[in-house]
């Protein structure tokens, strides 16, 4: 069951039952716990929802834009700062090794026709083209396209593994102008992704995530304000 409503109903109940019973330490004790628990509930309503008539309620709505230029703001100056993607290049292994970075993924994914395409032209328009015409044309050497390109992107990627290379990338990253384009390109990636939210779909993630964690604070405003409530209740009586 919901904390906010077991918390508000059981204070609900207090109230009647000292009002019922004409005790008025109890009708004191539930009012308490009712005002403490419906006051921080309607707190963290407020948050998410415009009430109209209370100045400041859907402040995470009304402050979307505000919200979306914080959050980029803090990944770009605490996550993707220059200090840290320097961090994140010169990083080390288990073994206090420079981390290499991992280029045969990106070269299985690379295009290699064309490379293909141009190699079957340069033979066609050197010395080697009309010899290969008396033997069919290019079309000979169309089985040959697959093996090709499996050779080439083998080639590549022992390249990209070597230390020569991977020094060279890291040299080049370093430049202050490269790492102001890698910012700017992630920038770039942050910033369109933060587009795509919507002010609802960020009060779903937000209620989503604290939801627990609020309720517990309508739990403790009943359960607090109860017992400030049979405090006074008490001192009134003594008195």
Do not use: C
């Not at 005002?35 to 509930?41: E, H, I, Q, R």
Request: no cysteine.
């Amino acid at each position: 069951m919901n904390k906010s409503m077991l918390t508000n109903g059981v204070a609900l109940a207090i109230t009647i039952a000292g009002f019922g019973l004409a005790q008025p330490w109890l009708l004191t004790t539930g009012l308490f716990a009712l005002s403490g628990g419906l006051t921080n509930w309607l707190a963290v309503h407020m948050l998410f929802e415009k009430v109209p008539g209370l100045y400041g309620s859907g402040v995470i709505p009304a402050r979307f834009e505000q919200l979306k230029q914080s959050l980029q703001q803090l990944l770009m100056t605490q996550f993707f700062s220059s200090d840290n993607i320097d961090r994140f290049l010169h990083q080390q292994n288990e073994y206090g090794e420079p981390m290499k970075l991992e280029l045969g993924p990106v070269i299985e994914q690379v295009e290699l026709d064309p490379a293909f395409d141009a190699l079957l032209k340069v033979v066609e328009e050197s010395s080697f083209g009309s010899m290969l015409m008396m033997v069919g044309g290019k079309k000979v050497l169309l089985p040959l396209r697959d093996p090709f390109i499996q050779e080439l992107k083998a080639a590549l990627t022992e390249i990209a593994d070597s230390d020569a290379f991977q020094q060279q990338v890291l040299l080049q990253l370093e430049r202050p102008e490269q790492m102001q384009q890698i910012q700017q390109h992630i920038e770039t990636i942050v910033e369109a992704r933060l587009d795509e939210l919507t002010p609802e779909l960020v009060k779903q993630m937000l209620q989503q995530m604290i939801k627990e964690h609020l309720g517990w604070l309508v739990v403790w405003g009943g359960f607090f304000g109860g017992l400030l409530g049979l405090l006074a209740a008490l001192v009134l009586n003594g008195l």
